[in-house]
Each structure stands twice: as C-alpha cells, then as structure tokens.
C-alpha cells in the first residue's frame, strides 16, 4: 500500500512555469513506476509522464513533450513534474499515480491509467491567458 499526495499547483499565467511534487508513503517507492496524469472539466483522464522504477526510462505525453520534465528522487520518495511554457490548455487536476513493479531495474512505463493501482486526490493547476 502506498499513499501519494500532490503539492505544487496553482494560478499561472500562460508561458509560466510550476513544478509539480507528489510524496509517496511506504518503503518501496522504488519499486514503483510513477506518472502523472490530468483531468480537465467534461474530458478524459490523460497521461502527461512517466518514470520508471529505475529512473532510467521516461515518457511523455505529445502535448507536453518539450516542455514538461519528469524526474524522482527516491531517497525522498518524491516525484516531480517540472512544466515550462504553459498554456491555458495546461488547465487540469494533476493526479500523481504508482504503479508496482516486480523489480526496481523495470524500465517500464505504462501509459494507460488502468495499469495504475494507486492514486493522490489530485492538485488544480490554472492557467490564464
């Protein structure tokens, strides 16, 4: 079990940056693949990255390649999501998700948020024209 809790949100104006951190509970984070996610009002839920449990693999979604970084730190058990450039389209509910692996080598980095077993409640990022 593994409680995550997203920090970092907030009021931008577009081409603004934020950064994005989401703490993990539990002594196997590196055993897990991380990613963010976003909701915006009446759309789907979207993949915007991931990490591996390795660290060593990354992926991104098209809309955010470029301009959002991934990276975590497991001595903290933190995640982060550095965002650049940011648009009004940006606008969403980020939602920190954990994906257990069976070894922390995995370089695996599902993309579909089925393949995730835990979640945090989400931080609001706004971005205005």
């Known amino acids: 079990q593994v409680q995550l809790v997203e920090s970092g949100g907030g009021l931008v104006q577009a081409g603004g940056s934020l950064r994005l951190s989401c703490a993990a509970s539990?002594?196997?984070?590196?055993?897990?693949?991380m990613a963010w996610f976003r909701q915006a009002p009446g759309k789907e839920r979207e993949f915007v990255a991931g990490?591996?449990?390795?660290?060593?693999?990354?992926d991104y979604g098209d809309s955010v390649k470029g301009r959002f970084t991934i990276s975590r730190d497991n001595a903290k058990s933190t995640v982060f999501l550095q965002m650049h450039s940011l648009n009004p389209e940006d606008t969403a509910v980020y939602l920190c998700?954990?994906?257990?692996?069976?070894?922390?080598?995995?370089?695996?980095?599902?993309?579909?948020?089925?393949?995730?077993?835990?979640w945090g409640q989400g931080t609001q990022v706004t971005v205005s024209s």
């Open positions: 998700a954990a994906d257990p692996r069976p070894s922390p080598n995995s370089r695996v980095v599902p993309r579909t948020s089925d393949s995730y077993d835990y």
């Open positions: 990490v591996s449990a390795s660290g060593g693999n990354t």
């Open positions: 539990g002594r196997t984070f590196a055993m897990y693949a």
